[in-house]
């Protein structure tokens, strides 16, 4: 039996495998991706986002709990960032996650970032695809809600949920990430801190003022205390309640046709790119930059040539 | 693109404190690897789960509380009995020579470090160990 046959089957281990397989990308990558995607489209894709330290890890530890109580199958993909420096990183999401113990209906992922921008987003819905095929009905991916990398990955789920954390002073976090846009549902952790109630009013305050994800949809403010579990069962309630305000109201097909769409062009401009660097010899690059530093050659006509070239296949 | 070498650090047994492992965790992660970090206090069950869903190409475990004669086998034989024969363990702790001659003769632990260790080496011996292209050529 193929690793995605044995993967299909319940097989962990070549589940881990295939990730890792689709994670490093190129030819076996995109063969796997090619047998596995007619398996998808079946899991709700829930993407947790927030600042460093505000309690992600240990919240979604506690709703993948919540979840299997509800009879849900869950898988977690933690993105921690990579060195810029060493190219390594220290994935430290799981040290949260040990109470979901041994339960062959939950399956943990710690992911890097590996430098690139958009690449870590094309990885991160490659997974997704992965272990959506693999049948869980959950997925849940944790970024830190910093920069442009984390909102590429937040637009992939159905379901984002941002996580605030009382005593930020009056710069609440979502205005400077610009995160407010992208939130489905706010959640203030540390509940049990004594600024909670304030930052809850600053948040709807900012939700009045400010643009939010979806007209017809308005993010409920929720309160929670992951350590203890507290509010959690009704963050459930909450995902639940805007996957079935996607499908009843139609936003799910548009909305997954619009990602659809913007994956579909970043792949082109990525296989292009590939293309390019396989079949136009290195030197040949080279030459066409002397080019255009020398003002000899335009950067779109040069861009042109480039692309003929890899369609050409000649080199 | 070259792979990236993945490492689960962990800390099996019951003793408190992780300064060792944190110091290699670093190291590694200053050396290129992606280092899975799991923290204390973890049983072996713990230990192969994350070994096996994350997919890693070495596990290093840091044990300090003497309890390395039954929890290191424990880790290997679960390891093997779920398929993952191909994982690299090395250790890391308090341990003598005579154990860990054992260990490493008949318990598939590839290489245990003492506390005084060089984590130059550590990263060398890693290095050199796993196997470069691990998944190459998998039938998909
Ligand atoms: N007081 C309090 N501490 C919390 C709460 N949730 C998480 N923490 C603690 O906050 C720290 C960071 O948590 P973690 O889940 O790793 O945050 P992340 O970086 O956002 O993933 C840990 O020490 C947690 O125990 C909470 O609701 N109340
Ligand atoms: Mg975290």
Redesign the interface.
């Known amino acids: 039996m193929?690793?995605?046959d044995a993967m299909l089957a319940g097989d962990?281990?070549a589940l881990?495998?295939t990730?890792?397989?689709v994670e490093?990308?190129?030819t076996?990558a995109q063969?796997?991706l090619g047998?596995l995607y007619r398996y998808t489209g079946q899991a709700h894709v829930v993407g947790v986002t927030g600042p460093p330290g505000a309690g992600k890890s240990t919240l979604v530890n506690e709703l993948a709990l919540e979840l299997r109580r509800r009879s849900a199958t869950v898988a977690i993909i933690a993105v921690d960032p990579?060195?810029p420096f060493?190219?390594?990183?220290?994935?430290?999401d799981?040290?949260r996650m040990?109470p979901l113990?041994?339960d062959p209906h939950i399956?943990?992922?710690?992911m890097?970032t590996?430098g690139q921008l958009g690449g870590v987003a094309r990885a991160t819905s490659d997974v997704v695809n992965v272990l959506d095929a693999a049948s869980f009905s959950t997925i849940i991916i944790e970024t830190v809600g910093a920069g442009q990398a984390e909102v590429e990955i937040a637009r992939q789920a159905h379901t984002t949920v941002v996580v605030e954390v009382p005593g930020q002073g009056d710069d609440v976090q979502a205005i400077k990430a610009g995160i407010l846009e992208i939130a489905d549902i706010f959640v203030v952790n540390k509940a049990d801190r004594e600024e909670a109630g304030k930052t809850q009013r600053q948040l709807q305050t900012m939700l009045q003022l400010g643009h939010t994800h979806d007209p017809q949809w308005s993010p409920p403010i929720l309160s929670t205390v992951a350590t203890s579990g507290k509010g959690v069962p009704e963050v459930v309630d909450a995902l639940a309640r805007h996957r079935r305000w996607l499908s009843e109201s139609g936003k799910l097909d548009t909305r997954e046709r619009e990602r659809v769409r913007r994956e579909l062009f970043q792949l082109v401009e990525y296989l292009i790119s590939e293309q390019i660097d396989q079949r136009v010899p290195a030197a040949d690059q080279t030459a066409l930059l002397d080019r255009i530093r020398a003002h000899r050659i335009d950067p779109y006509s040069a861009a042109k040539e480039l692309i003929q070239r890899a369609l050409d296949g000649t080199s | 693109?070259e792979?990236?070498i993945r490492v689960l650090v962990a800390k099996p047994g019951l003793d408190g404190h992780d300064r060792g492992a944190k110091v290699i965790?670093?190291t590694?992660?200053?050396?290129?690897?992606?280092?899975?970090?799991?923290?204390l206090q973890?049983t072996p069950?713990?230990i192969v789960?994350?070994a096996?869903?994350?997919?890693v190409d070495v596990i290093g475990l840091s044990i300090l509380s003497g309890a390395h004669m039954t929890l290191l086998p424990k880790i290997t034989k679960l390891l093997r009995e779920?398929?993952?024969n191909d994982v690299l363990v090395v250790a890391g702790g308090i341990i003598s020579d005579a154990d860990a001659a054992i260990l490493q003769r008949e318990h598939g632990v590839a290489k245990v470090y003492g506390p005084g260790a060089s984590t130059n080496d550590i990263v060398d011996f890693i290095r050199s160990h796993i196997t470069p292209e691990r998944?190459a050529g998998?039938?998909?």
Not at chain 2, 28 to 39: C, F, H, N
Not at chain 2, 52 to 55: T, V
Request: glycine letters at 16%; hydrophobic letters at 40%.
């Open positions: 193929g690793l995605i962990r281990r881990a495998r990730i890792s397989i490093h990308g190129g076996d063969l796997a047998k990579t060195s060493t190219g390594g990183a220290i994935l430290g799981r040290i040990q113990g041994h399956f943990v992922r710690s890097a590996r | 693109m792979r990236k965790a670093r590694l992660r200053d050396a290129g690897m992606e280092v899975i970090y799991t923290g973890q069950q713990m789960d994350a096996l869903q994350e997919d779920n398929g993952g998944f998998a039938e998909l």
